[in-house]
Structure formats: structure tokens, C-alpha cells
T-cell receptor
């Protein structure tokens, strides 16, 4: 199925730095989701966004639903070693079909 | 909240052997279930989705099949595995409202 454009593909950062990643699409989405996946495990939902312009936080994580409804970003503030993993965005246009980004691999250097 | 159980967690199978991965879901009233494959720890490829018992839609032509014998059960199968079937398989279910999707723990399949 269609995939969303997610960037960057990978990031190597120092512990304590802030992180920003984003997802874009040529299509409009009604819902944006952000997931984290640890090695060998299924993705875990971090944040769900339901309307354009919405800004939602979950601890050190903040995500926004773009005004155009074609993009979303995820910020992680003051990164820590346990933030390591692959982060995925997902979008729902309607109906039953979810679309996923290709993932951003995050490495935090202590 | 809903829980999605997958088993086995890890499987090593020879080429040409059959496959059966099982998924059961609890805690959601949404009837839809999905099977995804993830290669090399990156993008998720939708393989099958089901909106109810006996109703399966296939997204890509392949060596795999899916069945939904019970409302809360989704099975991924193959009669003869290929090397290219290796990967991480994820079962998924939407939340009750249908606006979010949740994943099982995943099943690692290595075909040798």
C-alpha cells in the first residue's frame, strides 16, 4: 500500500539534545498517529492527532497535525538513551486503510 | 485497552514447509483485523485485512494466505514457504472508534 514520506531516515544525537522528525503526503489525512518500535517488538502508539492544527504532548514528546492535513511532525525534547528505536508515523484517510511512514531510526549517544 | 496476542514469537522453518501464525484480539469492538510484514525493521507492508469472519482481502499477490475462523482470531498461513517469506509479521487491530491502530508483539519468521 501507499507509504508516507518520513524524514530523516536515521538520526544520531547526543543525550540531552532535542529531536524532530516529520511525515508528509500528497494526500489529505483525517488522523495522524506516531509510534515507537523497539527491536523485536511491535510498534507502540505514542500520540494520536485528530484535527488540523492540533498540538498534543505526551511527556517529552510533542506532535502536531499540520494545517494542510498533509503533514505531521514529532518532537522529542531532552533525549535519553531509552528513546532509542524506530519511530513511525501513520495516517488514516477514512475507512479501514492506514498508511505508514518508512520509519526514522533514532540512536542516542550517552 | 485492547490486547493483541501473536504466536509463535519466533519461528525458523525450512524452505517448502508450511506456516501458521495466529493472532487473537481482546478488548475492542472494532471488527477489522490486519496482517502486516516488516522487512529489515523498516516499512510496514499490508498483506491482508479482514472486516469479519470469513472475509479476507489480499493486498499483494504472494505465497501467503489468511483466514478468519472466529471473530477474534486471524491466521496467516502458507503451504510452502519461500526464502523471501522471512520477516517480522505483525497482527493489528483498530481501536473501538477506528481512528487508531494497535499492534501485537510480532512474530519473527526465518526461512532457511
Amino acid at each position: 500500500g501507499q507509504q508516507l514520506n518520513q524524514s530523516p531516515q536515521s538520526m544520531f544525537i547526543q543525550e540531552g539534545e532535542d529531536v524532530s522528525m516529520n511525515c508528509t503526503s500528497s494526500s489529505i489525512f483525517n488522523t495522524w498517529l506516531w509510534y515507537k518500535q523497539d527491536p523485536g517488538e511491535g510498534p507502540v502508539l505514542l500520540i494520536a492527532l485528530y484535527k488540523a492544527g492540533e498540538l498534543t504532548s505526551n511527556g517529552r514528546l510533542t506532535a502536531q497535525f499540520g494545517i494542510t492535513r498533509k503533514d505531521s511532525f514529532l518532537n522529542i525534547s531532552a533525549s535519553i538513551p531509552s528513546d532509542v528505536g524506530i519511530y513511525f508515523c501513520a495516517g488514516l484517510k477514512g475507512g479501514n486503510q492506514f498508511y505508514f511512514g518508512t520509519g526514522t531510526s533514532l540512536t542516542v549517544i550517552p | 485497552s485492547q490486547t493483541i496476542h501473536q504466536w509463535p514469537a519466533t519461528l525458523v522453518q525450512p524452505v517448502g514447509s508450511p506456516l501458521s501464525l495466529e493472532c487473537t484480539v481482546e478488548g475492542t469492538s472494532n471488527p477489522n483485523l490486519y496482517w502486516y510484514r516488516q522487512a529489515a525493521g523498516r516499512g510496514l507492508q499490508l498483506l491482508f485485512y479482514s472486516v469479519g469472519i470469513g472475509q479476507i482481502s489480499s493486498e499483494v499477490p504472494q505465497n501467503l494466505s489468511a483466514s478468519r475462523p472466529q471473530d477474534r482470531q486471524f491466521i496467516l498461513s502458507s503451504k510452502k514457504l519461500l526464502l523471501s517469506d522471512s520477516g517480522f509479521y505483525l497482527c493489528a487491530s483498530p481501536g473501538t472508534g477506528g481512528y487508531t491502530i494497535y499492534f501485537g508483539e510480532g512474530s519473527w519468521l526465518t526461512v532457511v
